[in-house]
């Protein structure tokens, strides 16, 4: 596997002082976009999994969060207006992450946004080329509606949130068409493992909610740090 040179560990270490900036603001914003979400939904329930990361262990797990996916970003592209692209992206999932895993739900005040933000810096200088963004937009909302719509008539109920579609057409408005099947799969994996080892430890059933939102960010993430031939791909 091939990794950056040691001098671009500068711009890393730098992205994550400005990780350990970012993180207490970022984390205020997610306690009260959940706190307005409780608001807007009145037969809001927490789920299963209740993360109470931000509200018990303090602003230190967004902080941290923040400070290593904006090291890893500074680290991957050097001193390139792509790493700035890539920590305003990785910080952007961050959020949603902690969001969806608390409330279960991906507001369209966040997601869309995301969205617009990967097709804008991709029609300047980005990840891919817009065309490629473009669809991937489109085929990333298209993939996961027809994906609910088919296990709708067959299951006769819900299987994922309206918030799924809109986080994979944002991810494929960043990376592209073409890296919507290596996400999704990706995604899909790591949802099934982890939901069958909560499963299994008795803290849920086949038919509990579970984010999927959390798997589709990691996956994304993962993909932009990789792309481009960077790490071996």
């Known amino acids: 596997m091939m990794f950056p040179p ?45 993360f109470p990361g931000v509200r018990v262990w303090g602003q230190s797990v967004v902080t941290a969060g923040c400070s290593m996916t904006a090291f890893l970003a500074g680290w991957r592209f050097g001193w390139d207006w792509m790493a700035v692209w890539a920590i305003l992206f990785s910080w952007g999932l961050l959020v949603l992450v902690f969001i969806d895993l608390e409330t279960l739900f991906l507001p369209d005040r966040l997601t869309l946004p995301l969205l617009w933000a990967g097709l804008l810096v991709n029609s300047i200088h980005g990840f891919i080329d817009l065309r490629s ?50 996400m999704l799969l990706g995604a899909s994996v790591a949802g099934l493992l982890v939901g069958g080892f909560w499963v299994r430890r008795g803290r849920g059933t086949a038919r509990t909610p579970f984010p999927f939102g959390p798997f589709l960010a990691l996956a994304g993430y993962g993909v932009m740090l990789c792309r481009q031939g960077g790490w071996g791909l």
């Open 6 to 50: 040691m001098t671009s560990l500068v711009p890393g270490v730098l992205a994550a002082l400005a990780g350990l900036g970012a993180g207490p603001v970022l984390a205020r914003f997610i306690v009260r976009t959940c706190d307005a979400m409780k608001m807007e939904y009145l037969d809001w329930d927490q789920g299963v999994l209740a």
């Open 133 to 182: 963004a473009v669809w991937g937009a489109a085929a990333g909302y298209l993939v996961l509606w027809g994906i609910y719509w088919l296990f709708r008539l067959v299951a006769r109920r819900e299987g994922m949130g309206f918030g799924d579609f809109k986080l994979l057409a944002a991810l494929g408005g960043w990376m592209g068409w073409q890296s919507l099947p290596l």
